[in-house]
């Protein structure tokens, strides 16, 4: 896992380019797509597709007790959009 919090801003295209930081770890990614959602705080988080997956299995079981409810994954998924990241880094 990694964090840091990085301001930046949209071009006209409405993309924003991911940190320096991060691309050798998103470069790695084979599919060079992530899942985006919002966090807390008024920030854009990303996930890989796998990450994302085991966040919600464990959320969606933990809270059920276990018996998880296709619609509620469904639901959580509908709000959590796929991006593709370009050659830039861009998303």
Do not use: W
């Not at 998103?26 to 966040?55: K, N």
């Amino acid at each position: 896992m990694f964090r840091g919090r990085y301001e930046h801003t949209m071009d006209g295209k409405g993309r924003t380019s991911l940190p320096a930081r991060y691309r050798d770890v998103l470069a790695s990614i084979s599919e060079r797509r992530i899942v985006l959602t919002s966090g807390l705080d008024p920030c854009l988080v990303a996930y890989t597709p796998t990450a994302f997956r085991l966040l919600v299995d464990d959320a969606l079981a933990s809270n059920s007790g276990g018996v998880v409810d296709p619609r509620m994954r469904q639901d959580v998924y509908m709000f959590a959009p796929k991006a593709t990241i370009d050659r830039q880094f861009r998303v």
